[in-house]
C-alpha cells in the first residue's frame, strides 16, 4: 500500500511578488482545453512527418470544430539539464518538458500474467533496454496489489536496467470463477485511474506500453488442477458473457482517453508457449488489449512471435511522428462521449486518435478543497510549474540531523493585492518525503501564512523574487527525494520541485 505524509515546513517569512492587476484586460473562460494525440502514417505504414495543421479537419460530435492549437510532436531526446550549484533544484526547465515532450511507461502487468511469462517479459524488457532503449524519458511501472512505481521518469538507461534487472515476479491465483475474472478486472481498472492521474501533470505526449496477456473479459474456462503439466497458453475469445466486462472496459478507455493517454498493448506471450497451472493463469484476454490500445489511439500488438524485445521496441516508437491537435469545447456539453472524427485532406495518409472525449454524466458532490488538490499535485509523476521556483538545500549535522531549505520564487508566480500601502495575499508551503519508489511518507492539513507586505517589500520583491528559508529536522529514514510544493492561494496555482536528498552538501 502506498503510504505518505506531507509535512508542513514553516511560516512564509520573506516578501512575496504580484501578478498584474487584475481588471477588465483579463479574459476569463470555462470552456476546457482537450488535447488529441494523432499519428499519421502513409500506405506503407511508414511515419508523415510533414503534415501542417491546414492538412486536418476536426470534428466533434459530428460538428466541425476549429484547431485552435496544433503542435507536431517527434521523439527528440530532452535538452541537457542547465548545470546548478550542489544542492540547488529548480523546475523551471521542467515548463517546456511536461507540455512539449515524450515520456514513455513501461507497465508490466503481474497482476493478470502467468509468473513464467512474467519472467520471460522481464527477460525481454531488459533485451530492449541494452538494444535500443527509448531516446525520450522513460518510466516503468507495476499492477501487482494496485499500482506501484518502480522507476519514475528518467533517461538513464543504466538505472532502468539495473531497476528491471532487481524485479520479482509474482505468482497469481489462476481465475477459475466470474466472480474472480471480475475482482481481477476492477483491480486493474483502478490501476489505470491511479496511472491516469499520476500522469495528470504532463500535457506533452504519454505513451503507455501495457505489457500483459489483458484482464479477463468473460467467464473463465476452468483451469487445470494443480500439479498438471505445463498447458499451452491459449487466447480465450470470442464476446463478453457479462455486461460487468464491457462496462469495465469503457471505464479503462475513458479514464485513459480524457488523460490523453495512448496505449500501445503488447501481448505478454510468444508462439506455442506452455506454463504451469501452478504459476498462475494459463489463458490470454486479446480482446481487452486490442480494445483499449485501439480505443485509445494507440495499437495491439499480439504475442505471435518469440521476439517481445523487438515488439516493445516498435511500440515504443510506434509514434515516431505525431500531432497533437487541441480545440476548446464548451461548459454546456451533453454527458457522454463526444466522438472525434480527424479527416486528413492528403491522400494516402491513414490517422490514429483516440474516440473521443467524455463529459460527466454529473459533477461531483463535493467539489475537491486546496487540500485535496494540493495532494494530487505532491503524487504526480513530474513537479507542477505554474509556479517556478528555485531551491537550495543544504543539510544540517549534530544529534538530530535534518536540512535547511531556501526557496526563491520568480515574479509572476504568487498574486498580491494592493490594500492602502499593504500588498496582502496567502501562499502556503508543503513539503512530502517519498522513498525511492514512491513511497509517500506523511500528512498534516494545509495551511496557508498570510503576506502583508510593505510598499518597500512589494518593490525588493519585483527585484529579486521571494525568498524563503525553512528548517526540517529529523528526516524519514526511508526517505530517498523531497518534493516541495508552493501554492499561490488566491489563483490556486501550484509550482513544486523535487530534490534527491542522497548527495546534499553540509553546513
Partial sequence: MRRFIVFLVASLVAPAQSTLPQGDGVFRTTTQLVQIDVAAQDKNGKPVADLTRDDFELFVNGKRQPIDTFTVTTPVPPAPPVALARGTFSNKQAAAEVSQGRYTVFLLDWRNTNWQLQSWAHQQLLKMLSETPPANKVALYLIDNGFQIVQEFTLDHELLKAKVAGLWGEVQAPVATLDQAEQDTRETVTAFQDIAKHLAGISGQKLLIWVSTGFPDRTPHVPPPPGTPPVEIRPN?????????????????????????????????????????????????????????????????????NDLASTLSAAANDRAASYELGYYAGDNLQPGLQPFEIRCRRAGVTLRYREGYYVAKKPPTTPAGPLAAAHDVLERAVDAVSVPLTATVTRTMGNIPGIVLRLKIDPGGVTLRQDGSVWRGKVSVLTRFASDVGDQLGDVPLDGPSLNLTDAQHERSLRDGITMRFSIGKLPSEAATLRVLVRDEDSGNMGSVTIPLGDLPEL
Avoid: K, M
Fill in 237 to 305: 475469445n470470442g464476446p463478453s458473457d457479462a455486461a460487468s466486462f464491457s462496462i469495465d472496459i469503457d471505464n479503462a478507455v475513458r479514464i485513459l482517453g480524457n488523460a490523453n493517454i495512448v496505449v500501445e498493448s503488447a501481448e505478454s506471450t510468444y508462439l506455442f508457449a506452455h506454463v504451469s497451472p501452478d504459476t498462475g493463469p494459463t489463458a490470454t484476454y486479446p480482446g481487452p488489449l486490442r480494445e483499449i490500445a485501439e480505443r485509445t489511439g494507440g495499437r495491439y500488438f499480439p504475442g505471435d512471435n
